[in-house]
Antibody, heavy 121, light 107 residues
Framework: QVQLVESGGGLVKPGGSLRLSCEVS????????MNWVRQFPGKGLEWLTY????????NYADSVKGRFTISRDTAKNSLVLQMNSLEVEDTAVYYC??????????????WGKGTRVTVSS | EIVLTQSPATLSLSPGERGTLSCRAS??????LAWYQQKPGQAPRLLIY???NRATGIPARFSGSGSGTDFTLTINSLEPDDFAVYYC?????????FGQGTKVEIK
């Protein structure tokens, strides 16, 4: 059964850090591009970053470039998002999502349930 | 960054009616557009990709059309399970962007 399960969210002060994980089952993350997408409290969605099948190619939205880092642990079949220098504007639900193709297609066909991140003093 | 504008913001319909949702791009995205459905407390679900192709397991009452800057999602004969928020997303240019959503509510 294909499943993505995020964890690691919580309440953090501005300037702090969080490490989100996404446990993947039902397929190998080494076979697909993987993404992180967030949804703001007002419900807007933002595609943050992706990593390719071998972990060598990544890209980031300007809003998180230099602060967030995506990585993968193929041994654990999991995806990680390291978030540093967090800002109040980073408050959102963070989703791990599988790309629909083995190359970067840019559509996400499997999503986790999300993990909530709140940045507040 | 390509901006996607969805209309209307809210669509009030009765079960059995047809719903027509619009998504307009600030510049051409060719057919590189998807539609997602999101229900409360759930993640988005891919419905349509490349403007007109249904994703795996999506019922035939969902159809997509359009190219360039104007796109439409049509839901024929709305079922109770279809009342949700719908988002369009373009993947023509990085970062792929989402529209602000259209809520389809029960009239």
């Amino acid at each position: 059964q294909v499943q993505l399960v995020e964890s690691g969210g919580g309440l953090v002060k501005p300037g702090g850090s969080l490490r989100l994980s996404c446990e993947v089952s039902g397929f190998r993350i080494s076979d697909y591009y993987m993404n992180w997408v967030r949804q703001f409290p007002g419900k807007g969605l933002e595609w943050l970053t992706y990593v390719n099948h071998d972990g060598r190619s990544t890209n980031y939205a300007d809003s998180v470039k230099g602060r967030f880092t995506i990585s993968r642990d193929t041994a654990k079949n999991s995806l990680v998002l390291q978030m540093n220098s967090l800002e109040v504007e980073d408050t959102a639900v963070y989703y791990c999502a599988k790309d629909s193709g083995v190359r970067l297609v840019g559509y996400m066909d499997v999503w986790g349930k999300g993990t909530r991140v709140t940045v507040s003093s | 960054e390509i901006v996607l504008t969805q209309s209307p913001a809210t669509l009030s319909l009765s079960p059995g009616e047809r719903g027509t949702l619009s998504c307009r791009a600030s510049q051409s995205v060719s057919t590189s557009l998807a539609w997602y459905q999101q229900k409360p407390g759930q993640a988005p679900r891919l419905l349509i990709y490349d403007a007109s192709n249904r994703a795996t397991g999506i019922p035939a009452r969902f159809s997509g059309s359009g190219s360039g800057t104007d796109f439409t999602l049509t839901i024929n004969s709305l079922e109770p399970d279809d009342f949700a928020v719908y988002y369009c997303q373009q993947r023509s240019d990085w970062p792929g962007t989402f529209g602000q959503g259209t809520k389809v509510e029960i009239k």
